[in-house]
């Protein structure tokens, strides 16, 4: 049974462009969250989604969105990339959005 | 801010010896979760407690939580070297999910 998957593992990307980062939870969860990981910080949320709706929102600017799609995958937008969105983003699954949730493995994003 | 906070932020410890870390949060919760994570990799959940239990134990780990003081702490053990990790707490507040910053902990041979 495949856990969550997340592609791609490592991006680099120039200061202003868009980035979409893609995460497929494990088969039955319908919640899906989203989450920033700078160096030696514990991960920041950035939004939960359930049942394809936004069920939360971290503190980050309107530059990052999400979706999640009928299948229950989602991807993570950011757009005009600033070098201080490096980090690893990560994605978590769960059944519920009150439940214990399952990481991928992450993908490490670079601006330069 | 409603992050919660591990103590120690590092932790060395000798194989064989029990490792505990301890988290304080800020407000009222429904649940507390424990995950620790790899070489800032993914995370692994642990342990799920909700605000009306006070211990739970899987394996080798017990997780106790203290509503009246706002904490928790995460105790592991007979400490195996692959327990060299980082751990975390994570509370919900609303809808959000907030972990703190997490405990370093090393497993010295």
């Known amino acids: 049974d495949a856990g969550v998957t997340q592609s791609p593992t490592h991006l680099i990307k120039t200061r202003g462009q868009h980035v979409t980062l893609r995460c497929s939870p494990i088969?039955?969860?319908?919640?899906v969250s989203w989450y920033q990981q700078v160096l030696g910080q514990g991960p920041q949320f950035i939004f939960q989604?359930?049942?394809?709706?936004?069920?939360g929102r971290g503190n980050f600017p309107d530059r990052f969105s999400a979706r999640q799609f009928p299948n229950y995958s989602s991807e993570l937008n950011v757009n005009a990339l600033l070098l201080g969105d490096s980090a690893l983003y990560l994605c978590?699954?769960?059944?519920?959005?009150?439940?214990?949730?399952?990481f991928g493995q992450g993908t490490r994003l670079t601006v330069v | 801010s409603q992050q919660g906070e591990e103590d120690p932020q590092a932790l060395s410890i000798q194989e064989g010896e029990n490792a505990t870390m301890n988290c304080s949060y800020k407000?009222?919760?429904?649940?507390l979760q424990w995950y620790r994570q790899n070489s800032g990799r993914g995370l692994v959940h642990l342990i799920l407690?909700?605000?009306?239990?006070r211990e739970k134990h899987s394996g080798r780990l017990r997780v106790t939580l203290d509503t009246s003081k706002k904490s928790s702490s995460l105790l592991i053990t007979a400490s195996r070297a692959a327990d060299t990790a980082s751990y975390f707490c994570?509370?919900?507040?609303?809808?959000?999910?907030?972990f703190g910053k997490g405990t370093r902990l090393h497993i010295l041979p």
């Open positions: 407690i909700r605000s009306n239990e």
């Open positions: 088969s039955g969860h319908k919640s």
């Open positions: 407000t009222s919760i429904n649940n």
């Open positions: 994570a509370t919900d507040w609303g809808d959000k999910i907030i």
């Open positions: 978590a699954s769960s059944t519920g959005p009150v439940q214990g949730s399952f």
């Open positions: 989604y359930y049942e394809k709706e936004e069920r």
